[in-house]
T-cell receptor
Framework: EAGVAQSPRYKIIEKRQSVAFWCNPI?????LYWYQQILGQGPKLLIQ????????DSQLPKDRFSAERLKGVDSTLKIQPAKLEDSAMYLCASSLATNTEAFFGQGTRLTVV | GEDVEQSLFLSVREGDSSVINCTYTDSSSTYLYWYKQEPGAGLQLLTY?????DMKQDQRLTVLLNKKDKHLSLRIADTQTGDSAIYFC????????????FGKGTMLLVSP
């Protein structure tokens, strides 16, 4: 079975620019997560979707971050405008349901200069 | 809220056993996970245990859970150089739309 796909793998942008990340979850997985992992730390949840609805976005910096999951399958995460402190690995994960194990993609490494 | 703590670094020789420790704080029934992350890559799910279990074994991996102390350990038998990576402990309460809370990770370095 195909895993969680993310693109791009790497992105370098200047501060104040915009960037978008894309995630395609495992087929049939209703729950999709975006995590931010700063170097040397564990992943931190940004947003969780159940199908195309948001169930937790309490830690998403909504003044600059946005995410959507139209049609309940693929998802995009956008940062506008980016700050230096947004440099991190952005991980997408999916699970069959909210109470089952989550499988992660390879991540997108963002560097803001 | 949940809080997960891990030791930061472990160094072992190839062929030895490795034991990575983790403590968690959630008081309700919970799932506890171990993930492996190689440099520049995503997280790979290794194994998980529910908080009503004491132990789970899967090939070279053994998970031990001390519910009283909220202490979780991952033992890797016959550690290989390919096991060098960062290992994350994560907790997910067994309730509603719960989410994973991760520790900061333990870097395992296996020397030949």
């Amino acid at each position: 079975e195909a895993g969680v796909a993310q693109s791009p793998r790497y992105k370098i942008i200047e501060k104040r620019q915009s960037v978008a990340f894309w995630c395609n979850p495992i087929s049939g997985h209703a729950t999709l997560y975006w995590y931010q992992q700063i170097l040397g730390q564990g992943p931190k949840l940004l947003i969780q979707f159940q199908n195309n609805g948001v169930v937790d976005d309490s830690q998403l910096p909504k003044d600059r971050f946005s995410a959507e999951r139209l049609k309940g399958v693929d998802s995009t995460l956008k940062i506008q405008p980016a700050k230096l402190e947004d440099s991190a690995m952005y991980l997408c994960a999916s699970s069959l349901a909210t109470n089952t194990e989550a499988f992660f993609g390879q991540g997108t490494r963002l560097t803001v200069v | 809220g949940e809080d997960v703590e891990q030791s930061l670094f472990l160094s072992v020789r190839e062929g030895d056993s490795s034991v990575i420790n983790c403590t968690y704080t959630d008081s309700s029934s919970t799932y506890l996970y171990w993930y492996k992350q190689e440099p520049g890559a995503g997280l790979q799910l290794l194994t998980y245990i529910f908080s009503n279990m004491d132990m789970k074994q899967d090939q070279r991996l053994t998970v031990l859970l001390n519910k009283k102390d909220k202490h979780l350990s991952l033992r890797i038998a016959d550690t290989q150089t390919g096991d060098s990576a960062i290992y994350f402990c994560a907790e997910r309460p067994n309730s509603g739309y719960s989410t994973l809370t991760f520790g900061k990770g333990t870097m395992l370095l296996v020397s030949p």
